[in-house]
């Protein structure tokens, strides 16, 4: 199965990010599953394919050509797909993956996650959906959709349609369940 990987393109995080998004991607490899990301050589897309990749894993990258530029890009894809936009770079993600990760990110990640929680919740999509809560980084976010729950600006059972999870076994147990049940 092709896993999805959201995440933080930064080279500033501390140790424990990178640490644990690499153990995922050694996981993913070592059961067979593979990696398709966007393509970034360095944080937590970085760590995922480096750990896909350790395990002779298969590793598609999805990038828009204006981040074609020495360093940006990893080196180790078994494909990589190049696009003219980052719409179209999304588009790609979801359509040539199974489940989606998100690792810890910023506002590109964010976009990333609530663009494939809204397509979930609206039936668009089927699909297992992780947020990797290494560290807690995660914990704030599921207090403000709680809260948007609470106020009633969303239903409840949309809390429903992802996980918070931070063990990479219990990760990769759920999507394999999820996508045995379908």
């Known amino acids: ?10 080279a500033r995080l501390e140790e ?11 996981l993913m490899g070592k059961q067979g599953h593979g990696l398709v990301f966007g393509g970034g050589a360095t944080g ?6 480096r750990g896909v ?28 797909i190049f696009t003219e936009t980052m719409r179209e770079r999304k588009q790609l993600l979801e359509e040539r993956s199974d489940a989606t990760i998100v690792a810890p990110g910023g506002i590109g990640t964010y976009e990333e996650f609530f663009e494939i929680l809204t397509l ?10 992780v947020l990797f809560n290494i560290n807690g980084y995660y914990d704030g976010m599921k207090a403000l959709l ?10 409840r059972e949309i809390l429903d349609l992802c996980r918070f999870m931070e063990d990479p076994v219990e990760i990769l147990d759920y999507i394999e369940e ?4 379908k």
């Open 1 to 10: 199965m092709n896993i999805c990987v959201y995440g933080a393109a930064s």
């Open 146 to 155: 709680e809260h948007t729950a609470d106020e009633k600006f969303m239903d």
């Open 53 to 80: 990749h350790s395990e002779n894993g298969y590793i598609l990258g999805i990038a828009p050509r204006f981040f074609d530029q020495p360093g940006v890009l990893y080196e180790h894809c078994t494909e990589f």
């Open 178 to 181: 999820y996508k045995k049940e």
């Open 16 to 26: 424990i990010y990178y640490k644990k998004t690499q153990e995922l991607g050694a």
């Open 120 to 129: 979930k919740s609206l039936g668009r999509i089927d699909r297992p959906v």
């Open 44 to 49: 937590m897309m970085g760590a995922a394919a």
